[in-house]
């Protein structure tokens, strides 16, 4: 059965010559688990808007969306609120009340549902998240993880059959996405819910895709089996960036055989295709030793005094001009040693130096003043003014000047509220605002949450421009992939202590399980290749191994 | 075992403001005796010797009133001494200690009023008077909460911005009213994405029910029932003038009549409904464990 129809759909907004949406088609049937990708700004919120009658953005369309065979403006209201459920990107602003039981009523609330009828289903729906030891929490006391799936809950438990995901996953930490993902999987196959998920965190959810489409400016280009699709697309094609490993492994090694999609695809089908003459890249040059920038030994924190250590006994160095990335699980203490560093909080023993001088020589606020500066995870909370070129004319009036030297042209967003940025462009504007206070040491707390590929690769850009400023940067974060390819050295904290720190290819090497893709992917296979680069490198070093060389050639495949 | 707290939290409201109220518009001192000691009682019963000061009321009020009264007050015929040539009556001695003990019962009752009911109960009462008022007192709740925590934010991030100079007061306040101003902007941004999600889940698509999480059991009906039963009875009571007492010129004996008796029993009952319903509940749970 079809679940939805979307027929030559154009949308315009108001006072945009240019269609955001140009004649787009869809068909979803009852049961799909279908992912949708695309570049930022591609249409890919306002399409799936336009899929939820109430959420129907102010625009001029033309061309029909139907749900089971209604269109949208025919559908009695409850109905609609009811069968199509939409989840968005932020866990905290998407609920309305102060309980998690509360929370799940609203819906029902709303539907005019009998009290009885409510109180079971809150049951259910609370039995099969495991949310009943949540029921009488106050939501803004959950974790983001937590929060998101609660959201989701709110959704389901209205009954929806078709489910609308807008990027749900963006602001979660790598386990908390794939948890969700998990439930939206056991949703599917358990009740087959019709799934559309926008999403730019493909890894885990591509090879368990029924359906994949592409975006690109207004319209979708591709539709159909990811494996299929993404097998014909132009490795330079935009979305590639944003695929799985072994995705864009199977791309930049040259495209023989079938397109692995997972990691175990492209271990049992993809690597035994190549030779293994040469098992590892030369060594890149060592960087050369500078003076110390940032060096902590045997530092202790907590924050309540009978309360656990965060910190414990860490030391650790980072030297002027690296960049150096602090990776590791929830609440190992990452973000508490940048609120260290930057003075936020104070650290109850042990020593902290910033450029040879102790932090409590720092006083009043010179530690703040041209020598470090920290940009916060919620980077809107940079921001106080209402267009870009107000926000960094506030530190300096001369900022045209002294951001000549920015590798990243910030024009076009000059006259534009910093609230209607992207989440990419936000982290770059607020990016520039901080590097007008000239800092010498640059704390960034999880500056890819949220972006898609592309603007990681912008993001990881300005940073090197910056690096070669003599700027130090200090990058905490959960997006191991960024970390290998960009990070000068990596180290591992966990439970407030810094295990290992290495460079990035000996690091995710040693690492068996908290490590990239590509190096699960070619473990065994090649040594100390960590990103799709390194690998796709050594594959076409090595080349197909002679007879599998030949079989491509006789399925037909290009090689 | 199912507390007081775990009741209907309308029948307890009943029982517990009409205890209070009652004790408020009364002058007979054997009730407001009574009604001091089972306040007294029930807030023992919930929290033992915790709170140590506020036990110090239940004396210090009535003696603090008995002392202060005839200060102020000239009234009374039986003049026990003067000071500063104004004369200290028995009477006013009487009053005096007569307000302080009601004083110290009605703080009683609402100390553990709102100890009894918290937000979610409160808000369970809301939606009688108004469901959709109930909501946007939840919401409000929860978008205070949001407020405070997104400003120390904001502080925190402007302050490892280097924003602010080295201690200056000036630029702290204007500091400060920027951080407000942004806050309202970052509100006004949040609600409408709150406001798409509440559209997006049916709110306005026709009339709501309220999901509660009480309900009313037997025990929860039998309650109110026996409230509104013996203060009724209590109130007629006392409106008809059966507990009037007239403390001047001179202390007028109490009429010891049949009503007398209905009234100051039926609020005795009154008082006594938790304390009451906790010892029932004690001796079935004690009862129910010894044969486990």
Known sequence: MVSLAVEHLTVTYPECAEPVLRDVNLTLETGDFAVICGPTGCGKTTLLRMMKRELTPLCTQSGTVSFEGTPLPALNARTSAAQIGFVMQQPEQQIVTDKVWHELAFGLENLGTPQDVMRRRIAEIASYFGMEPLLERDPSSLSGGQKQMLNLASVMIMQPRLLLLDEPTAQLDPIAAADFLTTLLRLNQDFSVTILLAEHRLEEVIPRAGRLILMGQGTVTHSGRPAEILAQLPPDAPVMAGMPAAVRLYHAAGGTGECPLSVNDARTKFMPLYAQNVRALPEPEPRPHTAPALRFKEVFFRYERHGRDILADLSFTAETGELFCIVGGNGAGKSTVLSVIAGLRRAYAGKIEIFGRKIQDYKGRSLHQECVTLLPQDVQTVFLKNTVAEELAEISKAYAEELRGFPFDLEPLMQQHPYDLSGGQQQLAALAKVMLTHPRLLLLDEPTKGLDANAKEQLAEVLHGLQAQGVTILLVTHDIEFAACHADRCGFLSRGEMISADIPSHFFAENAFYTTAASRISRGFYDRAVTVAQTAGLCRINGLKAAAGEEARDAGHPL | ?292
């Open chain 2, 1 to 292: 075992m199912r507390t007081y707290d775990a009741m209907n939290p309308l029948a307890v409201a009943v029982q517990l403001l009409l205890t209070a109220c009652i004790t408020v518009f009364c002058m007979e001192p054997v009730l407001l005796v009574l009604s001091l000691c089972a306040a007294m009682a029930f807030f023992f019963q919930r929290n033992g010797m915790g709170h140590r000061g506020f036990y110090a009321l239940a004396l210090g009020l009535p003696l603090l009133f008995m002392l202060l009264n005839p200060l102020w007050n000239q009234h009374g015929t039986s003049v026990l001494f003067f000071i500063n040539n104004r004369a200290v009556t028995k009477e006013a001695l009487y009053f005096g200690a007569v307000t302080g003990i009601r004083l110290a019962a009605v703080l009683y009752w609402f100390r553990s009023f709102s100890d009894l009911m918290t937000s979610d109960k409160l808000f369970y009462l809301l939606r009688f008077l108004s469901p959709k008022l109930a909501l946007i007192f939840s919401m409000a709740v929860r978008n205070l909460a949001l407020f405070r925590q997104q400003m120390h934010r904001i502080q925190n991030a402007q302050k490892a911005l280097g924003l602010y100079r080295e201690k200056h007061l000036i630029d702290d306040v204007r500091g400060g009213i920027r951080v407000f101003s942004v806050l309202i902007s970052w509100a006004l941004e949040n609600g409408i994405i709150t406001a798409s999600s509440m559209a997006a889940r049916g709110y306005g698509t026709g009339k709501r029910t309220s999901c509660t999480n009480y309900c009313w059991k037997r025990q929860d009906v039998t309650l109110l029932l026996l409230s509104l039963l013996f203060s009724g009875t209590a109130i007629v009571l006392i409106a008809r003038g059966y507990l009037e007492r007239q403390f001047y010129p001179v202390i007028q004996p109490p009429v010891h009549g049949a009503g007398w008796y209905t009234a100051v029993t039926a609020y005795a009952a009154l008082a006594l409904l938790p304390l009451l319903h906790e010892g029932k509940e004690a001796l079935i749970w004690y009862r129910l464990r010894s044969s486990i």
